[in-house]
Nanobody, 126 residues
Framework: QVQLVESGGGLVQAGASLRLSCAAS????????MGWFRQAPGKEREFVAG????????YYVDSVKGRFTISRDNAKKTVYLQMNSLKPEDTAVYYC???????????????????WGQGTQVTVSS
């Protein structure tokens, strides 16, 4: 069983950058599609980015395309979310998640993901 621990959140000004990390325990990290989600107060959890287990294909919600980059290092069992040009509307708790599906497709639906980290707060001030 894989356990996920996020880090790297914080308080920054608009336009700044942050790099989130999600470290996984266990031996089977490479079999999971990985995703980053976020949840702002009073809002539903939102897909931000996903990366496939095989060819590291990446997927993004439109609002972060060109600003955020998801990547993974299977040897380090870590997935990253590089966030540039941060905006106040990016403020949320960010969660990483793992999906052990037989499908080659990376899902943007939270209920598809079996494993979740505890979340890390990102606050962007204007």
């Amino acid at each position: 069983q894989v356990q996920l621990v996020e880090s790297g959140g914080g308080l920054v000004q608009a336009g700044a950058s942050l790099r989130l990390s999600c470290a996984a325990s266990g031996r089977t990290f490479s079999i999971y599609h990985m995703g980053w989600f976020r949840q702002a107060p009073g809002k539903e959890r939102e897909f931000v980015a996903g990366i496939s287990r095989s060819d590291s294909s990446t997927y993004y919600v439109d609002s972060v395309k060109g600003r955020f980059t998801i990547s993974r290092d299977n040897a380090k069992k870590t997935v990253y979310l590089q966030m540039n040009s941060l905006k106040p509307e990016d403020t949320a708790v960010y969660y990483c998640a793992a999906d052990r599906t037989f499908s080659g497709l990376v899902s943007n639906i939270a209920s598809s993901y079996e494993l979740w980290g505890q979340g890390t707060q990102v606050t962007v001030s204007s």
